[in-house]
């Protein structure tokens, strides 16, 4: 989320400053109380300065902070929410929520994706030592635990034997990138039978300095899970071809969303085997940049 609010913020081509709260249990849940809610911390933090021009917030759980400032500070300034904020638009002055949500409003700008916090033309080209006997490198992105479902342990060692077979099928080196939602448990199953079964084969570890998005630059595939629109809408745009993994088979939007990639040529279900295609980038912050600036009157 902090990330997407980053990437607005670039598009309003504004300066931020990037506020770390964490909203009380009752205000994640029922936003509507950002009316008659009360922050020391957030007071002195927004009200005994001078007003910013624009207010970015991302997330329900962050809906009720929006309305509160709104609340103190009016016309001051304008908020703008991402995402669905699960209350009545009318409280937002903008919002910026995926067409799959199919949320419609007067105030509202729908993506495609979720938002990029990064230009893949100004990403530097430094893991190229990654690279071995100029084989093909193929970065593959595990996510975890969302709303829709957890999966279990099985559902890891099935992605493992998948993406082993496609692997050995491309001849190529696998790199493997988790999220903050990747247990621990399905690193060690990943790691485990990775190492086991594939000659060339590294895990990215995160925890120092962090390779992603940089590692993008000396890769020629992505294989990336379906639970996370971020980290399908971020490779997507970049020209890498990039496969998703159904993890599990998907319904409701989320299927809705992969459909449209796929039939736009943007994306392909992984099916045992990477392959070149004619990929349409995903243009979603350029899109988004437009309809924002003539929203705004910018």
């Known amino acids: 989320m902090e990330k997407q609010s980053i990437a607005l913020a670039n598009l309003l081509k504004q300066k931020y400053e990037i506020i770390n709260y964490t ?27 001078k ?32 995402q669905n904020p699960g209350v009545s638009i009318k409280h937002f002055d903008l919002l910026i929520i995926p067409e799959h949500d199919q949320v419609t409003g007067s105030n ?5 994706g979720a938002l990029n916090f990064f230009d893949y033309s100004e990403l530097k080209n430094k893991y190229e ?3 071995q ?7 593959l992105m595990v996510g975890g635990k969302n709303k829709r479902y957890t999966p279990q342990s099985i559902d890891y060692l099935d992605l493992s034997m998948k993406v082993i077979s496609t692997i050995k099928n491309t001849n190529g080196k696998l790199l493997l990138s988790v999220s903050r939602r990747t247990p621990q448990k399905a690193i060690r199953i990943l790691d485990k039978l990775f190492s086991k079964s594939l000659n060339n084969y590294e895990i990215l570890y995160t ?35 990039v496969f998703i993994y159904k993890f599990p088979k998907e319904s409701g939007k989320i299927l809705d969303f992969l ?13 045992n085997k990477l392959f070149t295609y004619k990929k349409t980038k995903l243009s979603t912050n350029k899109d988004t940049a437009l309809k924002i600036n003539k929203f705004l009157g910018i």
């Open 108 to 112: 509202i700008i729908h993506t495609k």
């Open 133 to 139: 006997n100029n084989e093909k490198t193929i970065l």
């Open 51 to 82: 007003s910013p021009t624009y207010i970015i917030t991302c997330g329900k759980r962050m809906a009720g902070i929006s309305i509160f400032i709104k609340s103190k500070l009016n016309d001051k300034i304008k908020t703008i929410h991402i």
């Open 259 to 271: 459909d449209d990639l796929e039939s736009l040529g943007i994306i392909k279900i992984l099916d």
């Open 207 to 241: 925890s120092k300095n962090n390779p992603y998005p940089d590692i993008l630059k000396s890769i020629d595939y992505g294989i990336v899970t379906s639970d996370s629109v971020n980290m399908i809408s971020e490779i997507a745009t970049t020209p890498i071809p």
């Open 23 to 49: 909203p009380p249990y009752f205000l994640k849940k029922l936003p509507l109380l950002g009316k008659f809610y009360f922050s020391n911390i957030l007071k002195k933090i927004l009200l005994n300065r």
């Open 129 to 131: 030592y990654l690279r």
